[in-house]
């Protein structure tokens, strides 16, 4: 008999959902990981045979699943959640939101919220999240300490805020960034153009030509609402989509987030440029922004990816729900109770997400080879039995708070629900500091 490979941890799951084969669950399985890595997913009984564990985890009655993909966030803007409910997104966005930036905006600001939201985020089980906001080194820093994997979209305006002065600022500030950043195994650095509205030509154009030349990802609010696409309109002739087109902005590497307003020619604009849509059903619901049309996009072969904003307005980074509500939507919006069946809003919430990142040959299933980035989550409450399917628990009762293990590239940030790389305590006391503050 040959001896036993060596391998850091075992997990033993009584499901493991690898996302890729699609439609796939595997029993009674267990997955080996070897410098963070995924080495072997076998039964568990050869498993046992087969290899010579530092470290065994045995979870009875969960499901292991890749960690989920936030695509799109505001970190930060946790610290403004319920801050100011209840409006449309222009009334929000100029008489609250942005009063309340240029008051309070600060490095600890950013620090403190990114931290808040990614101990959210990981008990809820998030394991890589698209950031766009301010500040971007301590986004960085404060995800690299917690050991969370980030996309950090520098934000660009054509105003000052205190994070930058005006565009050729924040892009420079972004770039040295990037520059730091460059070969770091869990960050990396794209552009945030903040929204069509909020950006002339010019600096789109030199943002275009920045990312071709660097070849570096586009993250933008883009068709958000019916008013933004009119306004454009009127404003330039055409639809936001066409512009960014015609300003050298699709490409497959933009992530094009909300698009709640699309006509046949954006469909054809985006399937043929490659980019990729984020998907925010809460936000989109509670500002009363409209609908995207999920099935449309994936049936005409368009990526989309799933995303929760910030907790300014959703008001939770708690991916569960936005699965459970991003696969309600799709039905009801497209009328066909198949679209976007469980096992794909779990794809959408994984695989879907890194890709948009471009993270998907690193992340997004459970495959030898891959970063071993993945969940734990707890069937075993009473809501979820009986279990017939594990896809289907997780998207239509489960939640966030059912999720019990996190680990990335094989370093655990949570085990049995107690977080490993960020101190929970320390965070919602901070929290509660910033809310006498803002009083
Ligand atoms: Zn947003």
Known sequence: MPSPEPTSLLIKARWIIPVEPAQRVFENCALA???????AVVPQRE???????????NLGHHVLLPGLVNAHSHAAMSLLRGYADDLPLKTWLEQHIWPAESRWLSEDFVRDGTGLAMAEMVKTGTTCFADMYYFGEQVAQAAQQARMRCHVAFSVLDFATPGGSGPDDYIRKGLALRDEYRNNDLIQVGFGPHA?????????????MLANETDTAIHIHLHETAQEVADSIAKYGMRPLERLHKLGLLTPSTQCVHMTQINDSDTQLLRDSGAHVVHCPTANLKLASGFCPVHALQSAGINVALGTGGAASNNALDMFSELRLAALLAKGVSGDATALDAHAALRMATLDGARALGLDNTIGSLEVGKSADLIAVDLSHTGAQPVHQPASQLVYTASGQHVSHAWVAGRALMLSGQLQTLNERELTGKARWWQEQMK
């Open 47 to 57: 498993a046992e045979k087969r290899f010579q564990a530092d470290t065994t985890i």
């Open 196 to 208: 069509p509205y909020t950006l002339s030509d010019e600096p789109l154009r030199k943002i275009a």
């Open 33 to 39: 990981i070897s410098d963070g890595v995924i080495q």
